[in-house]
């Protein structure tokens, strides 16, 4: 298929830009009222993910309303441990909540991993499919999964929480044990990617939402192992992004992982992760979401600046997710000061 805009990948690859791709973490839906209005029809969350069509009615969405270089497919990092056995509950205002969660070895070897687990996902892999006809090349189509810590602290503890204190006992008391479940969820991540990126995808995202919680020693120890492995195997296929909110104090590892590309939240400047990681990775985000509840003159001024501070091989995106009731014209302002952004010849 012939891209139409294939901004995003160059930059991925390393290629040279006329200007940054910008894209944005929660773009699809939240803020858009044409996503509300199909949510208020459907029993919930999980329908919304589960029904292919529909999925990539919202996945597009964005792309209609705000001309992003990028959709990313609707769905989310739960689906993995649902697949693996152990499914999960979305209740509103609330967030995800797990039935029944892993304290043993006998509950981890009750679960399934590998290709039998991600075999259960064909609705998503039917979503991207759907989304990458009806898109037809316009933008790229990213995938995504949650990386094996976060998601080994959600099927631990059960449901989200600010310290993930049971999840992080579990590193502490019984290493072996979670280093177990790690493997598992890395085993079945990897087979899932792939067959997203089979299904459509042509990059894909690693969400490792609570890396922040851990100590540097612990990050090293429980999350990068599996990180540099899953993009050791995927790497191949298709680009890989690691976004790893709040671990500014691992972008070397990071980097070493190799990546297409890391992101940042607004927590870490610019000018530090190209250092940190030898200028050689190509960097994405990271403009405080909440700066979009600025003024739009104010939110002309903050993109510019943060364009500026990251110069080029640069993603343009948020530090984290749209927020709900942020404005989708500020959201507007924000996109159209990158597209109008140009890279000075050298």
Known sequence: MKMQNDLLLKVAKGEPVSRPPVW????AGRV??????????????KELVETPDLAAEVTIQPVDEWGVDAAIIFSDILVIPEAMG???????????????????????????????AAGRLGYVYDALQVTSRRLDGRVPLIGFAG??????????EGKGSKTFGIAKKML??????????LERITETTVAYLKNQIRSGAQIVQLFDSWAGLLSPAQYSAFSMPYLERICREISGDAPVIIFAKGAWFALRELADANPAVIGLDWNTDPETARTETGGRIALQGNLDPCALYADPDEIRKLTGEMLARFGSRHIVNLGHGLYPDISREN???????????????V
């Open 24 to 27: 944005l973490m929660r773009q």
């Open 86 to 116: 152990l499914p999960y509950e979305m209740a509103e205002a609330k967030g995800p909540y797990f039935p029944a969660t892993i304290r043993s070895e006998a509950d981890i070897e009750r679960l399934i991993s590998g290709e039998e």
């Open 331 to 345: 959201v507007r302002v924000f996109v159209e000061t990158v597209k109008a952004f140009e890279y000075q010849p």
């Open 172 to 181: 502490y008391a019984e290493p072996a044990l979670a280093h177990r479940l």
């Open 147 to 156: 990386a094996p810590w976060t998601i080994l602290a959600y099927m631990v």
């Open 32 to 45: 858009l009222p044409q996503y509300r209005a199909l949510r208020e029809k459907l029993s919930g969350f």
